[in-house]
DNA sequence: ATATTGATTGTTCGA
DNA sequence: TCGAACAATCAATAT
């Protein structure tokens, strides 16, 4: 504390507030004067204190008296020479109870007395005063120069005179105020004057954020629809939808709504929006990740549509810096559920055109699809192609097509290519029925292959690689028939029952080799 | 009208 | 109904 500064400031100066406010407000001390009250402050309102109020003992001070000798100490004509030293001061501070004398408690009470009358008639008085209500995110005005002037110093007089009221603080801070040289005063004015440049730039935020608010709904076209949330626990999905939320728009650009349009589907504009809705009551549900959003990239999206679920990654970074198909729970996992939940609408529905399923629409084409199938595009590992794995998944006969992808990652851009290697043809027979079950064990299979899709077809491909005899037969091993003509295969096998058990042989080669115990659930 | 601080009073809500 | 928590009010003064 600054008591023995302050003691020789007034020894030395003569005034009480003369060089030592004045060599300590110059300090810039914009961030920390409002909890540390600037030192001479202290100083001079300890010294101030302790001629005034100590020097008679007072904790309440006549009026007269009090302004006679703030007049005399702030004028700074005379020096109060202190009865007390400040040091005796301030070791044991006097207590409120000890400083008060009989005499004392008497002021007290007639001073404090009719203030009690004064209140109860301003009570009714104001009683209807103001009603402000104020939004507590607005950015608050600056203080004025005198209140902050007042905060440093009303702690300094509290704390020498605890049983001063505030309207004997308000006084003396008063009286200080009025005795403050000029100088003094421009260095809260100062301040008062940053506080203002900062204010009203935060306001102009503050007004900006209010003028364009972002709209961030994720919610199920089709509630009712028994359909497990494609990406609810995702670690992706709340990250990039707080992130959205909070992402402070800016006027020009529109807010980023993620929500189903369906009631009021807004004007799109010719660029398309960065979601794919399902035209139809089943699910939307999108990711706009905070890099896409930045970038001003199409953005993840699932889009399902009868039976059609399409699965757009966004960029492979997410907000965790990890390729989006590392997470755990990551797309797999939702990928592998809405596939089930469109395999239980095939059955229902017919199988379309093989020109249709080698040509799909677009991607913001998803028009209704025809045909119960399964688009899925994950994403593309670093260094790798973005893999394209279309299940055409039919009723007999049954297909699995593994689509290689182009070697450009852009979801936004990538077309599903025609050009298809049929893999598995499974014809219905008693042996193999395309269950469900069956496809879904397929269908995981596919989904957890993370592996360059060379390595797929070349591991699932049906068709030997070479070896051609003159005298053909039947691809399955172990079979010496002689392959027949069908319309289900290509000259290849020599009877139903060796395609079945051709495919089922490789496909549980195929599976062990993969996995190598890594899978080892499926079987 | 609003700000300073802190005591007091009034209101609301859960136990 | 009671206590806790919170909100409103008031003081003197300057802006």
Not at 76 to 99: A, R
Not at 156 to 168: M, R, Y
Not at 487 to 511: G, I, L, P, Q
């Amino acid at each position: 504390m600054p008591v023995e500064m302050s003691h020789e400031v007034i020894e030395q100066t003569g005034g009480l507030l003369g060089a030592g406010l004045t060599m300590d407000l110059d300090h810039p001390i914009v961030t920390t004067y409002s909890a540390n009250p600037p030192v001479t402050i202290d100083v001079s309102m300890t010294d101030l204190s302790s001629g005034l109020l100590a020097h008679n003992q007072l904790t309440t001070i006549d009026q007269s008296e009090l302004s006679s000798q703030l007049g005399l100490s702030l004028g700074g004509g005379t020096i109060l020479p202190p009865v007390q030293s400040p040091e005796d001061h301030l070791s044991p501070t006097p207590s409120p109870t000890s400083s008060l004398h009989d005499e004392d408690m008497e002021d007290f009470r007639r001073i404090t007395a009719p203030k009690n009358v004064v209140v109860e008639q301003t009570k009714k008085q104001k009683a209807s005063k103001k009603r402000k209500k104020k939004d507590p995110n607005e950015p608050q005005k600056p203080l004025s120069a005198y209140a902050l002037f007042f905060r440093d110093t009303q702690a300094a007089i509290k704390g020498q005179n605890p049983n001063a009221t505030f309207g004997e603080v308000s006084r003396i801070v008063a009286s200080m105020w009025d005795s403050l040289g000029e100088e003094q005063k421009q260095v809260y004015k100062r301040k008062t004057e940053a506080a203002k440049k900062e204010y009203l730039k935060a306001l102009a935020l503050y007004k900006e954020n209010q003028m364009s608010q972002v709209v961030v709904e994720t919610m199920d076209l089709d509630p009712s629809h028994d359909t497990p949330a494609l990406l609810p626990e995702s670690p992706v999905l709340s990250p990039t939808v707080a992130t959205a939320a909070s992402m402070p728009q800016s006027a020009s650009s529109p807010p980023t709504t993620i929500a189903n349009q369906a009631p009021t589907p807004p004007p799109a504009p010719t660029p398309p929006p960065p979601q794919v809705v399902s035209p139809t009551p089943s699910i939307a549900k999108i990711i706009i990740s905070k890099q896409m959003l930045q970038a001003g990239q199409i953005p993840t999206s699932i889009s399902m549509s009868q039976g059609m679920v399409t699965v757009i990654p966004a960029t492979v970074v997410t907000s965790r810096g990890l390729p989006l198909h590392q997470l755990q729970p990551g797309p797999q996992t939702r990928v592998t559920r809405s596939v089930q939940a469109a395999m239980q609408m095939l059955p229902r529905l017919q199988p379309p055109p093989l020109q249709q399923m080698q040509q799909p629409p677009r991607l913001q084409q998803m028009a209704p699809a025809q045909q119960p199938s399964i688009t899925i595009l994950q994403p593309p590992p670093p260094l790798q192609s973005m893999q394209k794995v279309r299940l055409s998944v039919q009723p007999p006969p049954l297909q699995i097509k593994i689509i290689p992808p182009p070697l450009q990652p852009q979801p936004q851009t990538v077309q599903v290519q025609a050009q298809t290697i049929p893999i598995i043809s499974l014809p219905t027979s008693p042996e193999v029925p395309a269950s469900p079950e069956h496809l879904e064990v397929l269908t995981e299979v596919v989904q957890e292959e993370s592996s360059p899709p060379q390595m797929d077809v070349q591991l699932v491909g049906v068709s030997p690689p070479h070896s051609p005899s003159p005298q053909p037969r039947c691809v399955r091993s172990g079979c010496e028939n002689t392959p027949v003509e069908s319309k289900d295969w290509d000259n290849e096998y020599c009877s139903n029952e060796c395609v079945v058990k051709h495919c089922r042989d490789t496909f549980m080669a195929w599976v062990a080799a993969r996995n190598q115990g890594t899978l080892a659930s499926v079987k």
